[in-house]
């Protein structure tokens, strides 16, 4: 367990502070963790998401498309048109990203809103880079609210057998949505202050002619898809990454045959970033390493040493303590192995579970907002800005994400209790 949490601590010190290097070094110490057998080779590729790593790749793909029938400009001169300023229009393209983060994957929903976001930046000659900060940190936020909003309430909800309607009323009370969506409206103030000083007009222009539908077409069906699979009973585990990968092959497909040429699926394939994917990969090896090695469940131990007898201490206990881990650590392992513990701490207890459940989903979800590292949306949204040639330094990340996450989290905290305890 020491190597491998030395190990663990030493390659996100390396990504924290020098970003530009995050893909080498998360891929050298995934090695490392393969080398030094703290993960036995052969569960390497068990430890990866592949589900994640295919709906990347196609909806980075199907974004592709998306960019180039112009549709994201158009969509930022109508945005611009609702905005009496930079700093409402930043507040107003947050808020559309979360509310679509709510019914589709967070990382799928900063691809496709955040060309909308790169378009805007554009036009007002401003740097892009905390306007896509805010997108991801929305993003992030709003997956907790439903649950087909993120891998973490789908676990949820596999786990305490919730339906799409439990997360939003369950025995008679208010479910999780509501605790998320006033913690969304609570970051209202901190994108104002973030952006105070962003007063500029918008200049109201003609609108941009779109070249091409049918991208757009394609994004509003896998949006549609991704919702549709979640009410199916059982589904394959790649069944998300197969559609996306899916939609994407249709608009290769139909990309071949207007231009009777290679010439436009080979662009789509080249935008495709795959050094956020790769940079994925690493992560999800260092932690199936960390996973493998006892760490994450000696977590789940403390908490249960830790929590005593107070139903209130546990409480924040939960929410805080997965806000801190979830900053550096991928939320999906985390989450999987704390809900047993949860749920047997409730009974322990004798109360109701599912203020422990929401506490936990609302610190585990949250937490990764903190760093540029800790969300999956978050390293998608880096790279995006990465290949539009800004670089985001980690410092720029927590002047957003640190205050954000905090007024969020506490919200939702003290609502959750309220109804809940």
């Known amino acids: 367990m020491l190597p491998a949490l030395i190990l663990f601590a030493v390659t996100y010190a390396v990504m924290i502070l020098l970003p530009k290097y995050r893909c080498p070094a998360a891929l050298i110490s995934a090695a490392l963790f393969l080398i030094l057998g703290i993960l036995p080779v052969e569960k390497a590729a068990g430890a990866v998401n592949w589900n994640v790593l295919m709906m990347l790749a196609g909806t980075m793909g199907t974004v592709s498309f998306f960019i180039d ?26 808020l559309f990203a979360g509310l679509v983060s709510a019914f589709m994957d967070n990382v799928a929903t900063v691809l496709m809103i955040a060309p909308v976001g790169l378009a805007v930046a554009k036009k007002l000659n401003i740097s892009p880079v905390p306007m896509l900060i805010c997108i991801s940190v929305s993003s992030n936020l709003q997956g907790a609210a439903t649950l087909v909003g993120d891998t973490t309430s789908i676990l949820l909800g596999g786990y305490a057998d919730m339906s799409f309607a439990d997360f939003f009323f369950l ?104 050094s956020t994917l790769l940079l994925l990969v690493g992560l999800f090896v260092i932690i199936g390493g960390i996973t493998q090695a006892g760490v994450i469940e000696q977590i789940s131990k403390l908490f249960v040493r830790l929590g005593g007898q107070s139903l209130f201490f546990m409480y924040t206990l939960i929410v805080w303590g997965s806000v801190l881990f979830s900053a550096f650590i991928d939320n999906i392992p985390y989450v999987a192995t704390m809900l047993p513990v949860v749920s047997g701490i409730a009974s322990i207890m004798g109360c109701s579970p599912y203020v422990l459940y929401f506490g936990l989903l609302t610190g585990a979800t949250l937490g990764g907002n903190i760093t540029p590292i800790g969300a999956s949306a978050n390293i998608a949204t880096i790279g995006i800005l990465k290949k539009a040639g800004y670089e985001v330094k980690t410092r720029d990340f927590l002047k957003i994400g640190l205050p954000f996450t905090l007024v969020a989290v506490l919200t939702g905290y003290v609502l959750i209790w309220l109804i809940w305890a």
Request: aromatic share 8%; glycine share 6%; proline share 6%.
């Open 171 to 274: 025995d008679g009370k208010p479910g999780i949505f509501w605790a998320v969506e006033l913690g969304a409206l609570a970051t209202i103030p901190v994108i104002l202050f973030t952006f105070r000083h962003a007063r500029q007009s918008v200049a109201k222009g003609g609108l941009t002619p779109v070249e091409d539908y049918f991208p757009t077409v394609l994004l509003v069906a896998n949006i549609v898809l991704l919702i549709a699979a979640s009410f199916l009973p059982q589904k394959p585990e790649l069944t998300n990454g197969l559609i996306c990968l899916g939609v994407f092959a249709v608009g290769l497909i139909r990309s071949l045959i207007l231009e009777k040429s290679a010439s436009g699926c080979l662009r789509a394939l080249k935008d495709i970033d795959y």
């Open 69 to 94: 029938s112009k549709m994201p400009n158009r969509m930022a001169d109508q945005l611009l048109r609702c905005a009496p300023n930079v700093m409402w229009a930043v507040v107003i393209l947050s």
